[in-house]
């Protein structure tokens, strides 16, 4: 299947304004695009990018004072095939795990291992190590939040979420990333478009996405404890331990956005 993604956002900056970007496919994507997702900017801005500690493909740029338009529009190809279903899938114990994994184990921003280890436990301790632990998270997640755009606010972090039982894709994400790591099962964050293709309709307004993957026997699987169901057309922009790490926009002074306009669709 061919899949069209693109955005259209814009910023009013009272005096020119320093920002870093990730807004860009994930380089492991790079050879299913059909046509680049070039930054396109409105008055046009000087941009360099390069790759954050991560792998993830950032821009810098100043953005003017006044209104500035940044966009893109893109093709690309999808396998068209849900998430990967290993239900076999065995949880590594902590020494065997390579050391690169292991930065997703411990606590971040948004993901206070230390205030949720012992909920975890109480509420997971009984499962059994692997797949199935991360599912039943997954399960225990989804019921536990009720979604809402207007309980959306970017200092929320995953013990908040807990409490207060309401909020977006990302709450969901770092709510059920925390419940892994707690468990000794490395999990990191992951953003990008996922739009309603093989999901009947009403549809809600589109948005940038938040998922997570963990490491089990031996590689990285998609969790999305939001939808809680396997999802096609899945485009990933970028990986970190939280939604801080993978920004869309980091703006270095006041700001106004004006304008957000997220498309993900088929193209038939």
Same mark, same amino acid.
């Given at each position: 299947?061919?899949?069209?993604?693109?955005?259209?956002?814009?910023?009013?900056?009272?005096?020119?304004?320093?920002?870093?970007?990730?807004?860009?496919?994930?380089?492991?994507?790079?050879?299913?695009?059909?046509?680049?997702?070039?930054?396109?900017?409105?008055?046009?801005?000087?941009?360099?990018?390069?790759?954050?500690?991560?792998?993830?493909?950032?821009?810098?740029?100043?953005?003017?004072?006044?209104?500035?338009?940044?966009?893109?529009?893109?093709?690309?190809?999808?396998?068209?095939?849900?998430?990967?279903?290993?239900?076999?899938?065995?949880?590594?114990?902590?020494?065997?795990?390579?050391?690169?994994?292991?930065?997703?184990?411990?606590?971040?921003? @948004?993901?206070?291992? !230390?205030?949720?280890?012992?909920?975890?436990?109480? *509420?997971? &301790?009984?499962?059994?190590?692997?797949? =199935? #632990?991360?599912?039943?998270?997954?399960?225990?997640?989804?019921?536990?939040?009720?979604?809402?755009?207007?309980?959306?606010?970017?200092?929320?972090?995953?013990?908040?979420?807990?409490?207060?039982?309401?909020?977006?894709?990302?709450?969901?994400?770092?709510?059920?990333?925390?419940?892994?790591?707690?468990?000794?099962?490395?999990?990191?964050?992951?953003?990008?478009?996922?739009?309603?293709?093989?999901?009947?309709?009403? @549809?809600?307004?589109? !948005?940038?996405?938040?998922?997570?993957?963990?490491? *089990?026997? &031996?590689?990285?699987?998609?969790?999305? =404890? #939001?939808?809680?169901?396997?999802?096609?057309?899945?485009?990933?922009?970028?990986?970190?331990?939280?939604?801080?790490?993978?920004?869309?926009?980091?703006?270095?002074?006041?700001?106004?956005?004006?304008?957000?306009?997220?498309?993900t669709d088929e193209v038939r």
């Open positions: 299947m061919k899949i069209r993604i693109g955005f259209d956002i814009t910023y009013e900056c009272p005096q020119p304004t320093p920002m870093i970007l990730m807004v860009n496919v994930h380089y492991s994507r790079i050879s299913d695009m059909i046509t680049p997702d070039h930054l396109i900017a409105d008055p046009p801005v000087p941009l360099r990018a390069y790759r954050d500690s991560f792998g993830n493909w950032c821009s810098r740029i100043v953005a003017p004072k006044g209104l500035l338009r940044l966009r893109t529009d893109a093709l690309l190809n999808d396998s068209g095939q849900p998430d990967i279903v290993v239900a076999q899938a065995r949880q590594t114990p902590v020494t065997e795990l390579p050391d690169e994994t292991l930065m997703f184990l411990l606590g971040s921003r @948004y993901c206070e291992t !230390d205030r949720l280890s012992e909920i975890a436990w109480q *509420l997971f &301790g009984h499962t059994p190590p692997g797949w =199935a #632990r991360v599912q039943a998270i997954c399960d225990y997640v989804h019921g536990h939040i009720r979604f809402g755009y207007q309980h959306a606010r970017a200092t929320k972090t995953a013990w908040e979420t807990w409490h207060e039982r309401v909020g977006v894709c990302r709450d969901y994400a770092h709510l059920a990333i925390t419940f892994c790591r707690c468990m000794n099962i490395p999990t990191r964050y992951c953003t990008g478009y996922l739009g309603d293709m093989g999901v009947p309709p009403p @549809y809600g307004p589109m !948005d940038f996405a938040g998922w997570f993957e963990v490491w *089990l026997d &031996g590689n990285w699987y998609t969790f999305d =404890a #939001r939808n809680n169901v396997p999802r096609i057309g899945r485009v990933l922009i970028g990986r970190g331990r939280d939604a801080a790490d993978v920004a869309i926009s980091n703006t270095f002074g006041p700001n106004i956005l004006k304008n957000f306009v997220v498309m």
